[in-house]
């Protein structure tokens, strides 16, 4: 039995148009995912940007630091930790 090798070689090689058509086939959801995560980002970043940004003018409010005392209910000992 007799195989031509250049029959071989067409049906085995891949034309250049079914190449692009391919690897467009791929890129369309994988861009479109990618575009959807970055739409989806940014809405998030800026429907959230006003929970966590604002400025305001107290003159009467101080802030200051101070003590907390951790107490330890097994023993009679005070722990200080300055903040």
């Known amino acids: 039995m007799n195989i031509d090798p250049d029959l071989v070689k ?6 250049p148009q079914h190449r692009k058509r391919r690897a467009l ?12 995560l970055m739409l989806s980002g ?5 429907g959230s940007r ?3 940004t604002d400025t305001t003018d107290n003159t009467g409010n101080s802030f200051s630091a101070g003590n ?8 009679a ?7």
């Open 10 to 15: 067409r049906l085995f090689t891949e034309h």
């Open 25 to 36: 086939a791929l890129a369309i959801p994988v861009l479109t995912v990618v575009a959807g």
């Open 42 to 46: 940014f809405l998030v970043m800026s």
């Open 50 to 52: 006003a929970a966590f």
């Open 68 to 75: 907390v005392d951790l107490i330890d209910d097994d023993s």
């Open 77 to 83: 000992t005070v722990t200080t930790y300055r903040i």
